[in-house]
């Protein structure tokens, strides 16, 4: 059974930044894929980011390409989610996710965390 548990989320004021982690328990790290989803109050679930396996390509949503950069230490089973230049509307609950293949659609990915609160204030 894998494990995923984010943590970093919390207030932070419009143009400020976070760093989002997720830790990784159970399975081999290094043969997933990672990916970063978010949840904005009252609306569905929507693909931010995602890296993959081996190579580390990473993938991002047009509405944060260029704010946001995901990485991952495969030597301590986290993946990141630097992110910048926050706007009110990237508020959200942001899950980390891991599947066998890299990409944006949530079905795609066999893992979950439970996700932690990002709030960006105006």
């Given amino acids: 059974q894998v494990q995923l548990v984010e943590s ?3 207030l932070v004021q419009a143009g400020g930044s ?3 982690s997720c830790a990784v328990s159970g399975r081999t790290f290094s043969d997933y894929a990672m990916g970063w ?3 904005p109050p009252g609306k569905e679930r929507e693909f931010v980011a995602t890296i993959s396996r081996a190579t580390g390509q990473r ?5 944060v390409k ?4 995901s990485s991952r230490d495969d030597a301590k089973n986290t993946v990141y989610l630097q992110m910048n ?8 609950v942001y899950y980390c996710a891991a599947g066998a293949v890299a990409g944006g659609v ?4 066999d893992y979950w ?3 932690t609160q990002v709030t960006v204030s105006s």
Avoid: I, M, V
């Avoid at 949530?106 to 990915?109: G, K, P």
């Fill in 37 to 39: 989803f978010r949840q």
């Fill in 113 to 115: 965390g439970q996700g």
């Fill in 59 to 63: 993938t991002y949503a047009n509405s």
């Fill in 106 to 109: 949530a079905r795609w990915y």
């Fill in 18 to 20: 976070l760093r989002l």
């Fill in 85 to 92: 230049s926050l706007k009110p509307e990237d508020t959200a």
């Fill in 8 to 10: 970093g989320g919390g």
């Fill in 66 to 69: 260029g704010r946001f950069a």
